[in-house]
């Protein structure tokens, strides 16, 4: 499932900020950006999402904020090299006989006497500010995907309710196909028979074979059992996404099963409604967790 969430933590005089975007995964496949600073704290930053979310692709962006203009930079002076820069400079002066005195100025400019150090990190309050940020990112995360949930919830219902009502369908056409295929199985016999009586016994006989062979009821029973579990997993709240996978999969066993044994074009084209509702929910299942 899609989603965002963003987050931010403060932990003493760090600050950090979280972003989290999900889009869907067969699995839980956590990708952090963390700053290097922080970047032994990947693993954590995955058990905390893989704690709360079960399937998806998670790409995390982790900021580290730091106050102050200067943004968590401190200068600092290189004391010897300033030293030696001094000394040449003096000599030049000496020996070319030039005015002037050598001032912090002329220092100062000079490449590599000063320069910006990033401030250590403090990693202790650091990855307690990051833990907290990632959880509240997490949690705006959860809110959007939860509503994307609904949505797909009401989508597959009624995908669902097509789906029983074309198996009802079929199942009441079912003992009208068997008294169709004895009327038409007497009226051939008949006709080639040229008016010879025909043995009851032996026509029943050749039905019964017949309502064997396109006997469907097994597999519709099966069929609504599937439909049943799946609309049980869709009114939890526990992951569902695998396992409505698989019961997808067999339903479509089933509905194959059926159309296998089609004897009549009716039912024929009441299976490919059904193959084609279950691949739409297929797909739709493709998006839940």
Known sequence: MTGFGAG???????????????????????????PRELAGLEQVVARI???????????????????????????????????????????????????GDVTVQDLIGLEGVVTLAERPADVGPLADALERAV?????????????????????????????????????????????????????????????????????????????????????LTRLASHLAQMRALLNSDAPAGRRLEFLVQEANREVNTVGSKSQHAGTAAQVVELKAELERIREQVANVE
């Open 8 to 34: 931010r933590a403060q932990a003493g005089t760090e600050t950090v900020a979280a972003e989290l975007r999900s889009v869907n995964g067969k699995f839980c496949d956590v990708r952090a950006h963390l």
């Open 49 to 99: 999402v893989k704690a709360r979310v079960a399937r998806g692709v998670v790409d995390v962006t982790v900021r580290r904020e730091a106050e102050g203009s200067v943004r968590g930079v401190t200068p600092a002076v290189d004391l010897p090299l300033a030293a030696a820069y001094a000394k040449a400079l003096l000599e030049l002066r000496s020996e070319l006989g030039l005015a």
């Open 135 to 219: 959880s509240a990112a997490l949690d705006a995360l959860e809110e959007m995907r939860k509503r994307e949930g609904e949505a797909l919830a009401r989508d597959l219902n009624a995908r669902l309710n097509a789906l029983e009502k074309g198996a009802a369908s079929i199942r009441a056409a079912a003992p009208e196909l068997v008294e169709a295929y004895r009327d038409r199985l007497a009226a051939r016999v008949a006709e080639l028979s040229r008016g010879i009586a025909v043995d009851p016994a032996r026509l029943a006989q050749e039905v019964a074979f017949f309502a064997e062979r396109v006997d469907v009821a097994e597999e």
